[in-house]
């Protein structure tokens, strides 16, 4: 016993050395208001029972774990962060009692079980909230610890970004279905840089590995609830838990470094599993003449849509990508009624059967209540649309790619094209018509794209009119005139990246991003070696995304679980230079020509 006691106070200690910082502590002989900021974190003195402690108590009155820290602490969002594996089906409670947490249990501890308890981020400091760094507790209810542990990352599927919070679930179960209905044999939170350490495994086990959001922290899948990821192979650990490994260091958070050199054993991407229960989710009137149909499955089977009083050829309906979506437009400039049925004939999921029956909805469409104004008799009546809207978009940096983008608010009943100019003025003052071709975007009725038929010259003006009362919606509604004029970058501090892009065999979708990943600054679709230029990019930090697009739909497909189909690859290309650790960003100065070549094969081999 004297030997794990020393054991205990030597683990302590190492965590106090990690913790405590150079001379930056609170002046705690000054009154509240002065001194500097407390920026330590709480330290971890003692942990009763000690760590890695065997023949735990089982029974709920007495199975709890004490963590006694060297200053009061508050507890932060404790039934989210505080995690035991294997988990239970009622989560640990932890509560103050003054300078410790106590965890308890609610239900009896399996025997002979060895069990890990994670604080995540659930404690902080009562004065400044500095978070205490993710810690996990060993201890088994039998008479040894097992030794083992698997380590990985979580990362979005289509971003790969990490992401936190997760749970991970190792299976012993090999049935399809024990995601769904069974707890896991061990489980494990991914922290705030998507790293995850399931711990105290047995040796000689095979695992199916799984993560999911779990949003109601039942440790069990709920497909239309949450977002998902699997391992394709089955796993059976072989790293040990031992003090110096470094998957195992205690870091904190905020150690950038520290926090990506730990090493992976496995990546799981997550992603949002297609609905495989049809029915129809949300319906609404958006106008009067404009309603809207959502699905909770994609390309639901509809065998009819009828709206009483509306002749079916006077309907337009539109689509999203996956026909989970659908906008109707009724094309009659009548009289239309301010309360429409509709009989909606469609394939829904029987829920006792799980198989698709045809079944018809009577649905009323309430039209929504236009802005009133007072007319000039005094009288509050409902304002009248008197301009259809209309959107060009010719953005400078994207028009030599995506051309002029025109989006009408409502499908176009009259579209004279033919009458739209536009006139390029050079640097002389001398203009001269711009020949154009006009397309219609194939996911979207109201989207047209100009394109224009000559090169843009860098120093021309170009100016695009249309004139008024050009375009007529299906309101009978016209278009206002509009001037735009537009000309490519001239500014000198711009930049450009060319990306080379070489052994190329499939089709892949590659996007210069932000550093966050959530702006897209231009696309490319390729399927043979190509050479792509980025212009005009301000001085910042950039990532290139690759997206392996077998199916060429310009879309990052997602997976399927059961079908153990995972998402499109997506590869973030990893950049040698200045940046160290944050090699997937590449920081650009002002007038600079980068030229990055990249080895597509070699990134998805």
Request: aromatic share 8%; glycine share 4%.
């Amino acid at each position: 016993m004297k030997g794990k006691n020393l054991l205990n106070a030597a683990i302590v200690l190492g965590i106090m050395s990690i913790l405590i910082f150079p001379p930056s502590c609170a002046n705690t002989s000054s009154p509240p208001t002065g001194g500097p900021k407390d920026t330590i974190p709480p330290v971890l003195v003692a942990v009763t029972p000690f760590m890695n402690s065997t023949m735990h108590p089982r029974d709920v009155k007495h199975s709890q774990v004490s963590f006694e820290f060297d200053e009061y602490v508050v507890l932060n969002n404790p039934n989210s962060y505080i995690f035991l594996s294997p988990p239970q089906s009622k989560p640990p409670t932890a509560k103050i009692k003054g300078k410790k947490v106590v965890v308890s249990f609610q239900e009896p501890l399996d025997s002979s079980r060895s069990y890990s308890l994670s604080l995540g981020e659930a404690i902080k400091d009562n004065n400044e909230g500095n978070p205490f760094p993710p810690f996990t507790f060993s201890f088994s209810t039998g008479d040894h610890v097992d030794s083992l542990f698997v380590s990985g990352n979580i990362v979005e599927a289509s971003t790969m970004l990490p992401m936190s919070n997760i749970t991970v679930l190792f299976h012993t179960d090999p049935s399809d279905s024990a995601i769904f209905k069974v707890r896991p044999r061990a489980a494990a939170k991914s922290d705030l840089w998507g790293y995850f350490t399931v711990r105290n495994l047995p040796a000689d086990t095979v695992y199916r590995v799984f993560a999911i959001e779990d949003l109601n922290n039942n440790n069990m899948y709920d497909p239309d609830m949450e977002r998902v990821a699997f391992l394709d192979t089955l796993v059976v650990p072989t790293r040990v838990i031992r003090d110096s490994i470094p998957e195992l260091a205690t870091v904190m958070m905020t150690d950038t470094a520290a926090c990506l050199a730990r090493p992976a054993q496995i990546t799981l991407s997550m992603f949002k599993e297609m609905s495989s229960k049809q029915l129809l989710r949300a319906k609404e009137r958006v106008s009067r003449r404009q309603m809207y149909l959502k699905f909770s499955a994609p390309y639901p089977q509809i065998d009819s849509l009828l709206l009483d009083g509306i002749s079916p050829d006077k309907l337009i309906t539109e689509h999203n990508y996956y026909h989970d979506s659908l906008t109707i437009w009724i094309n009659d400039q009548g009289p239309i009624p301010d309360t429409l049925q509709m009989r909606l004939t469609y394939h829904r999921t029987d829920d006792s059967l799980n198989i698709l029956v045809p079944v018809t909805d009577t649905i009323r469409m309430i039209r929504p209540k236009g802005k009133m104004v007072e007319n000039r008799w005094g009288e509050m009546v409902e304002e009248a649309d008197t301009v259809a809207v209309y959107q060009v978009d010719a953005s400078p940096e994207k028009i030599d790619q995506e051309g002029i983008v025109i989006l009408f608010e409502s499908p176009m009943v009259t579209t004279p094209f033919d009458s739209i100019t536009v006139i390029s003025k050079n640097t002389r003052e001398q203009t001269a018509p711009v020949q154009f071709s006009v397309e219609r975007d194939t996911a979207n009725i109201r989207r047209f794209i100009l394109r224009l038929n000559e090169k843009l010259t860098t120093g021309y003006e170009y100016t695009l009119r249309i004139p008024d009362s050009l375009f007529m919606d299906i309101d009978g509604i016209y278009c206002d005139s509009l001037v735009k004029t537009f000309s490519l970058p001239q500014d000198e501090s711009l930049s450009s990246l060319t990306i080379e892009a070489n052994n190329v065999k499939e089709r892949y979708m590659i996007e210069l991003v932000d550093e966050k990943r959530t702006k897209v600054y231009r696309t490319y679709h390729i399927d043979t070696a190509s050479v792509l230029l980025f212009p005009y990019l301000k001085a910042g930090k950039y990532s290139v995304r690759i997206t392996e697009d077998k199916n060429g739909n310009g879309q990052i497909d997602t997976g399927n679980l059961l079908e153990r189909r995972q998402p499109e690859k997506v590869m973030m290309f990893r950049f040698n230079n200045q940046l160290g650790n944050n090699a997937y960003i590449t920081e650009i100065p002002e007038r600079t020509e980068l030229i990055q070549t990249i080895d597509i094969g070699e990134m998805f081999k």
